[in-house]
């Protein structure tokens, strides 16, 4: 128990003392470890994302990501695409219901390049005042700046994963230090900035995920925000997944005390 307590009054945690976190099963343990997460979220003040909303745009994607539902492979689902005026009329009846900001996703899809999502941007910061997210994975850096222009606020990159192995095993497009560098240049160009890793990849244990969460703490982001995967059922280091993904985010949300950390499914 002395072990716990000396970790948790810490300010900064090591990679040790986070896979500590993540592995501990003794009952009470888990249950203080718990306990000091729910302290950290209920004296965090609300932000921008409080009132946030979420727009799919398109489930069309030229990738292929390992067991996401809207992978180029995947035949058995049927496509939408939302044309811009439908965005855009969205995006305002949602501001009028008192939605403050919105995340715009969607997969890669070619018909969403930079001039239709700088418009449907620009569109709508003309009409109400709301925050735009962006979620549409690893784009140009020009496409970026256009969107950062148009009026874009915040962009949210998921890194997937440090370890190459688990990344590689996703099939993500491009690699884990290429995300990296466009976030470093989203940060440049003054979007406000959101990352995080997969959780409950098959084969993660919890000295990966300690590594993932120790990463993202040192990016030094706006917001943290992990993705699970849940899609298939495994053990990580004997706990299953869901309990993973569980211990995941009360041990993200202890190592980022000043920030609301979340958990998604955006693998992009
Ligand atoms: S995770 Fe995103 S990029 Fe990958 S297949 Fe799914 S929608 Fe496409």
Redesign the pocket.
């Known amino acids: 128990m002395e072990k716990l307590l000396e970790i948790l009054n810490k300010s900064k945690l090591s990679k040790e003392d986070i896979t500590y976190l993540l592995s501990e099963n003794d009952v009470e343990k888990r249950a203080i470890i718990q306990k000091a997460s729910a302290s950290i979220i209920s004296i965090i003040p609300k932000d921008y994302h409080s009132l946030e909303q979420r727009i799919d745009i398109s ?1 069309y ?5 390992l067991f ?5 492979s995947n035949n058995k689902i049927n496509r939408f695409r939302l044309n811009r005026e439908e965005i855009i009329k969205k995006a305002i009846e949602l501001h009028k219901n008192g939605c403050n900001s919105i995340l715009l996703h ?3 899809d070619n018909y969403y390049n930079t001039d239709r999502i700088a418009y449907i941007i620009y569109s709508i910061k003309q009409i109400a005042k709301i925050k735009i997210i962006l979620s549409f ?1 690893l784009r140009e850096l020009e496409e970026y700046k256009e969107w950062k222009i148009a009026g874009a606020d915040s962009y949210y990159l998921n890194i997937i994963s440090k370890n190459n192995n688990l990344y590689n095993e996703t099939n ?2 491009n690699s884990f230090e290429n995300r990296v560098e466009h976030i470093a240049e989203l940060k440049k160009l003054g979007y406000n900035v959101g990352s995080g890793s997969i959780i409950g990849l098959p084969n993660q244990t919890c000295s990966d995920l300690a590594e993932d969460i120790y990463f993202v703490k040192k990016l030094n982001l706006n917001y943290v925000d992990f993705c699970h995967f849940n899609s298939v059922r495994s053990v990580h280091d004997d706990i299953d997944s869901e309990e993973f993904i569980r211990r995941g985010i009360e041990v993200s949300q202890i190592v980022n005390a000043d920030t609301n950390v979340r958990l998604n499914d955006l ?2």
Do not use: E, L, T
């Open positions: 489930n994607c030229n990738a292929d990501c996401c539902k809207s992978r180029n969607s997969g890669y994975g993500s497009w693998i992009n």
